[in-house]
């Protein structure tokens, strides 16, 4: 089952509370050696790498894999609704985050979507204060 580890934050939210509230359906990620496919289960974590004694949440839940689809930076870079699938408030927040298209415009992401199947709840990953913060 292929992993797929999340760390940011947009004006929207967080990604691990925007995945879980079903906001955030998809992810660009550079293409990988072993790419991930349609009908592939996906476990989905909060700051894989960092050791679990630092932060604390590991892992969001599962999903399913509906649809990758390899894209240039350039063929997404200006489009709104795009930007608020992948968890952005628009296009312009999306290209604060991966940088200029004039410079980054030819790189190539596999898009990723995905619907969840199984969430964590906040208490279980250990999100309830943060919860009440935000």
Sequence with gaps: MPAISFSGETSQGPFWKQ???ERKTQTCREPRVHPIK???DLT???KQRTPKHLKPIHLIGTARCLKVERKRYKEFAFDDEFARRDGFKDSR???IFFG???VYGGQ???VIHFKMETKETPREIGLDSWL???
């Design 38 to 40: 349609e009908g592939d």
């Design 132 to 134: 009440k913060k935000g």
């Design 19 to 21: 995945i879980l509230e």
């Design 108 to 110: 190539e992401y596999d």
């Design 44 to 46: 989905l974590y909060w």
């Design 100 to 102: 200029d298209p004039r």
């Design 93 to 95: 927040e999306l290209r």
